[in-house]
Nanobody, 115 residues
């Protein structure tokens, strides 16, 4: 595995929840900061949540209070719990280091919020 691999996306109604998972291409204990990014149609990719080695978390204003990022070093996995989803959350979601490592971008997972 040479890229991050994201999963857990899907179609959900407004107000619903999803949990995204991401496996890393290397031992995440060696990575200081990990993050979730998203890219909506016609927009640039940007981070929405990040977590450092001490598990301190930061969120973009657009998702604060609704999304929760976590990491499981033993499983080499990053998670994003998304609650109270809104149509504006529709995007392809990716994980990567922060700052991002160009070599590790995966295919992402599509999240569509629609009634």
């Amino acid at each position: 595995q040479v890229q991050f691999v994201e999963s857990g996306g899907g179609l959900v109604q407004p107000g619903g929840s999803l949990r995204l998972s991401c496996t890393a291409p290397r031992n995440i204990e060696t990575i200081g900061m990990l993050g979730w990014y998203r890219q909506a149609p016609g927009k640039t990719r940007g981070w929405v949540a990040r977590i450092n080695a001490a598990e301190r978390t930061t969120y973009s204003d657009s998702v604060k209070g609704r999304f929760t990022i976590s990491r499981d070093n033993a499983k080499n996995t990053l998670y994003l719990q998304m609650n109270s989803l809104e149509p504006e959350d529709t995007a392809v979601y990716y994980c990567n280091e922060i700052p991002s490592n160009t070599n590790f971008w995966g295919q992402g997972t599509q999240v569509t919020v629609s009634s």
